[in-house]
T-cell receptor
Framework: AQSVTQLGSHVSVSEGALVLLRCNYS??????LFWYVQYPNQGLQLLLK??????LVKGINGFEAEFKKSETSFHLTKPSAHMSDAAEYFC??????????????FGKGTLLTVNP | GAVVSQHPSRVICKSGTSVKIECRSL??????MFWYRQFPKKSLMLMAT?????????EQGVEKDKFLINHASLTLSTLTVTSAHPEDSSFYIC???????????FGPGTRLTVT
């Protein structure tokens, strides 16, 4: 079984400040990890993903995340927040559940607000 | 990139009626499609997984007779909410994947309101 915990349902930063959104996971198999962004009344857009290989993953819009197996973490960061980054962010873990089937398990989401 | 569409984007229906939501992969063949439900200010809850040509696999607690899923082709899956009630009001999101090791591409969602 797998699960995702996002620490902080709401994070508020000033424009230009560092963004740090926390995600911890549990998985009984090597995980694939994802960060998605959701703008109001829209679907999810993939920011970045970790599958195998390099543990520091760069995504779109200047975001990056680092997979730390020892800490079971996959925190999302951006050096300088922009007003357009204000949205809901979801961390997700994917694992095979048997045969060729797999599923994504999402965290509860973190709402990022950016103050001018 | 891969594009997934949903139709309609918003629908209002009366209690007791049925409503169908379509999910289409526009530029790739989706062997697997997923249906999620999202409550206000909540995470996405996987409802069911469907493989083209097979019966959908429903998550525990999801009524398969109420939420009918059909994945008749490699580009289309439908979710039918039967005998809708106000508590079925929610944001429904589909996603599509072209294989086990490929990522899911999400549709824009459908806002269902049952009056």
């Amino acid at each position: 079984a797998q699960s995702v915990t996002q620490l902080g349902s709401h994070v508020s930063v000033s424009e230009g400040a560092l963004v740090l959104l926390r995600c911890n996971y549990s998985s009984s198999v090597p995980p694939y990890l994802f960060w998605y962004v959701q703008y109001p009344n829209q679907g999810l857009q993939l920011l970045l993903k970790y599958t195998t290989g390099a543990t520091l993953v760069k995504g779109i819009n200047g975001f990056e995340a680092e997979f730390k197996k020892s800490e079971t973490s996959f925190h999302l960061t951006k050096p300088s927040a922009h007003m357009s980054d204000a949205a809901e962010y979801f961390c997700a873990v994917r694992a095979l559940i048997g045969g060729s089937n797999y599923k994504l398990t999402f965290g509860k989401g973190t709402l990022l607000t950016v103050n001018p | 990139g891969a594009v997934v569409s949903q139709h309609p984007s918003r629908v209002i229906c009366k209690s007791g009626t049925s409503v169908k939501i379509e999910c289409r992969s526009l530029d790739f063949q989706a062997t697997t499609m997923f249906w999620y439900r999202q409550f206000p200010k909540k995470s996405l809850m996987l409802m069911a997984t469907s493989n083209e040509g097979s019966k959908a696999t429903y998550e525990q607690g999801v009524e398969k007779d109420k939420f009918l899923i059909n994945h008749a082709s490699l580009t289309l899956s439908t979710l039918t909410v039967t005998s809708a009630h106000p508590e079925d009001s929610s944001f429904y999101i589909c996603s599509a994947s072209s294989g086990v090791y490929y990522e899911q591409y999400f549709g824009p969602g459908t806002r269902l309101t049952v009056t």
